[in-house]
C-alpha cells in the first residue's frame, strides 16, 4: 500500500519568509509525528498528533513553528519568518496501535532557508 | 527507553550475509527490539522488530538472545543498495503518550563488489 508522503521534496526560501511542510500518512495511522534531522545528526522530535487528542508540542524549537492535523489525517509543519538554523531535513512519520506504533516515515523535505 | 550499543561501522561483501549486533543490557521486558536504517539522503526505513521470539521478513531476520541482552540483524543476502547507516532502538510498545525516536550512532554498513 502507499505510504507517508511529503511534499514539496525539495525547498530552498529566504531568510524571513513563511513556509509550509505536507505531509500525508499512511491511510488509518491515528499517530503522526514530525521530526527534523540536520546534516549528519540523529533526529530531533518537533510534536506528535494522535488521533483528537491535544498535540504533543514539546519538541517545537520556538513560536515561530506550528503544526496541524485536518481530520486526523493530513499535516501541515509551518515555519513563520524563516531563520538559515531552520535549514535541515523535515521527517513525517505515521503509527498505528496494530503493528506496535511502528513508525513509518516519509522520503522528508529538505528545506535549505537561504 | 533502554539504551543500545553498535559497532560504529561494519564492510560486507555484496552477496554475503551481513550481521548486525546490538547490546541492549537493560531491556525491561516490555520493551521491543526495533531495527531502521538510513540511506544517505532518504528518510529513516523501517526493518523489522521483535520481542522475544526471532523474527523474519522480507528485508531481514532479526536474533534475540533468550536473556533479550542483545540481538543481531541479518540481512542475509547483502547487496551494494543495503549500504546505509542502521540503527538499533529499544523501545515500548502501545504507549499511548507517544513514544518519540531517538537514534543513536548506529553501524554504518558498507557493502562491498
Known amino acids: 500500500g502507499a505510504g507517508v508522503s511529503q511534499s514539496p521534496s525539495n525547498k530552498v526560501t529566504e531568510k524571513g519568509k513563511d513556509v509550509e511542510l505536507r505531509c500525508d500518512p499512511i491511510s488509518g495511522h491515528t499517530a503522526l509525528y514530525w521530526y527534523r534531522q540536520s546534516l549528519g545528526q540523529g533526529l530531533e522530535f518537533l510534536i506528535y498528533f494522535q488521533g483528537n487528542s491535544a498535540p504533543d508540542k514539546s519538541g517545537l524549537p520556538s513560536d515561530r513553528f506550528s503544526a496541524e492535523r485536518t481530520g486526523g489525517s493530513v499535516s501541515t509543519l509551518t515555519i513563520q519568518r524563516t531563520q538559515q538554523e531552520d535549514s535541515a531535513v523535515y521527517l513525517c512519520?505515521?503509527?498505528?496501535?496494530?503493528?506496535?506504533?511502528?513508525?513509518?516515515f516519509g522520503p522528508g523535505t529538505r528545506l535549505l532557508v537561504l | 527507553d533502554a539504551k543500545t550499543t553498535q559497532p560504529t561501522s561494519m564492510d560486507c561483501a555484496e552477496g554475503r550475509a551481513a550481521n548486525l549486533p546490538c547490546n541492549h543490557s537493560?531491556?525491561?521486558?516490555?520493551?521491543?527490539v526495533y531495527w531502521y536504517r538510513q540511506i544517505h539522503s532518504q528518510g529513516p526505513q523501517y526493518i523489522i522488530h521483535g520481542l522475544k521470539n526471532n523474527e523474519t521478513n522480507e528485508m531481514a531476520s532479526l536474533i534475540i538472545t533468550e536473556d533479550r541482552k542483545s540481538s543481531t540483524l541479518i540481512l542475509p543476502h547483502a547487496t551494494l543498495r543495503d549500504t546505509a547507516v542502521y540503527y538499533c532502538?529499544?523501545?515500548?510498545?502501545?504507549?499511548?503518550?507517544?513514544?518519540?525516536?531517538?537514534f543513536g550512532g548506529g553501524t554504518r554498513l558498507m557493502v562491498k563488489p
Open positions: 512519520a505515521s503509527s498505528s496501535w496494530q503493528v506496535q506504533e511502528t513508525q513509518y
Open positions: 537493560t531491556i525491561s521486558g516490555n520493551e521491543y
Open positions: 532502538i529499544v523501545r515500548v510498545a502501545n504507549n499511548n503518550a507517544g513514544n518519540m525516536l531517538t
